[in-house]
């Protein structure tokens, strides 16, 4: 899986699991894509066997197939927005560009 949780993240999901009596359940992100971007979600749900499923420090994640391709690269961190307020953010890699993009050596754009 090349979706992953810092530390921060998979703390706060931790504790949040055990106030909301889903200790022990995976934690389930989807994603899919919108005319505005990417849309992400997560909650607690049981893994089925299609799902992708990795653990980071205690914490089992599932991702579905559907999903897989909007998260791939993605980091689920747990952040403070502003003083006193924090929040989850899913930081996407950026794609790479091709070797030698934008330098008008190929045909390959209009660059």
């Known amino acids: 899986m090349t979706f992953s949780l810092t530390p921060a993240a998979t703390r706060e999901i931790l504790a949040a699991a055990a106030r909301s009596d889903a200790q022990g359940l995976p934690l389930r992100v989807a994603a899919r894509q919108t005319p505005d971007g990417i ?6 749900d049981p893994a089925t066997v299609e799902d992708e499923v990795a653990v980071f420090d205690g914490l089992t994640v599932v991702v579905g197939e ?3 391709r909007w998260l791939a690269d993605t980091v689920l961190d747990y952040v403070e927005i502003e003083p006193g307020r924090h929040d989850f953010i899913f930081v996407a890699a950026a794609p ?3 070797p030698g993009c934008g330098s008008g050596g190929c045909a390959g ?3």
């Open 66 to 68: 559907p999903s897989r």
């Open 39 to 44: 849309d992400y979600g997560m909650g607690f």
């Open 96 to 98: 790479a560009a091709a």
């Open 109 to 111: 754009c209009s660059r």
